[in-house]
């Protein structure tokens, strides 16, 4: 049966209203995304037979990482690319899309628990993430430096970091980056304030507490193009650190699950469908041609 998928556009609470690359239509409305995206039946049936009897996929997320995923106006609902992503994979598998909030430090060991089916949270698919999960890679982005609006410290490279106090948020690839120059730093030492979401080191950068929060940069780029948040926020530079690939994350042992995912990725790939969501989020730039597991 055809598709079709009514994806409601709602404005966000915490980092702002509409931005560049965000649907401008009132809340309430809705995108009509009608693509030739069908129920594929034999990736159905190959389903984990838990996520067919429950009808859907349990997606952690952590929400406050516009544009990617983040809740809208009334504070429950999660929305964004990722969600969308994740709706459309339902689509093709035959089951619901679920996402579902949560830290983004240990998901992979809940999901290696059981209790989620995987983590859709743009999570950079590192080796070392790679010894508890595999990796369905969705998107390719680098790391942005993202400073008070002006630029005050005069920070223009990751190296100028060092010397100044700079907030990240607790388990990303950021916060690891940070890790990794902190020893090079030698008498002017970078001090890291790792906080439990994005949200939170954008607070203290915003209220001056720490001089730079490096994230990916889909949300850097929403965040200063933002009407709400680009008054106080600006990118360091043009250049994006480290290059890597977003990927759905699924333990190791859910094999089934992984390859029909990666499976119904390239459909959407192959469809349209995708780049219609990545236009749709302004995130054109970070596609991915062909949907991989690991980077292979």
């Known amino acids: 049966m055809r598709i079709r998928r009514a994806l409601t556009v709602l404005l966000l609470l915490a980092a702002g209203g509409c931005a560049t690359g965000t649907p401008e239509e009132e809340p309430g409305g809705g995108l009509d995304i009608t693509g030739g995206v069908t129920v594929d039946h034999a990736l159905h049936d190959r389903l984990p037979q838990a996520v067919r009897a429950r009808g859907s996929i349990r997606l952690v997320t952590d929400a406050s990482y516009a544009p990617m995923e983040y809740y809208a106006a009334d504070g429950r609902t999660i929305i964004g690319f990722s969600p969308d992503l994740a709706t459309a994979l339902g689509g093709v598998l035959g089951v619901r899309g679920e996402m579902v909030a949560g830290e983004f430090n240990g998901a992979l060991d809940e999901v290696a628990a059981g209790e989620y089916d995987g983590v859709l949270s743009s999570m950079t698919d590192t080796a070392e993430r790679q010894a508890k999960a595999d990796f369905v890679n969705y998107l390719s982005t680098g790391t942005s430096i993202v ?79 933002n009407e709400r948040t680009g008054a106080f926020y600006q990118l360091a530079s043009d250049v994006q650190y480290e290059p ?38 302004n995130l054109a730039s970070s596609a991915v041609t062909t949907a991989t597991v690991n980077g292979e």
């Open 147 to 225: 400073v008070q609006r002006g630029n005050p410290e005069k920070i223009t490279s990751f190296e100028d970091l060092c010397g100044h106090t700079v907030g990240t948020e607790r388990g990303t690839l950021q916060e690891e980056m940070l890790q990794r120059l902190q020893p090079t730093c030698e008498d002017r030492p970078l001090v890291i304030d790792s906080e439990p979401t994005n949200a939170d080191a954008l607070l203290l950068l915003r209220t001056g507490r720490v001089s730079a929060v490096p994230i990916d940069f889909p949300p850097a780029a929403f965040l200063v193009s």
């Open 244 to 281: 890597g690939l977003f990927g759905i994350a699924v333990d190791k042992d859910n094999t089934a699950l992984r390859d029909c995912l990666r499976e119904a990725l390239q459909r959407l790939i192959d469809s349209g469908v995708y780049a219609d969501l990545l236009s749709r989020w």
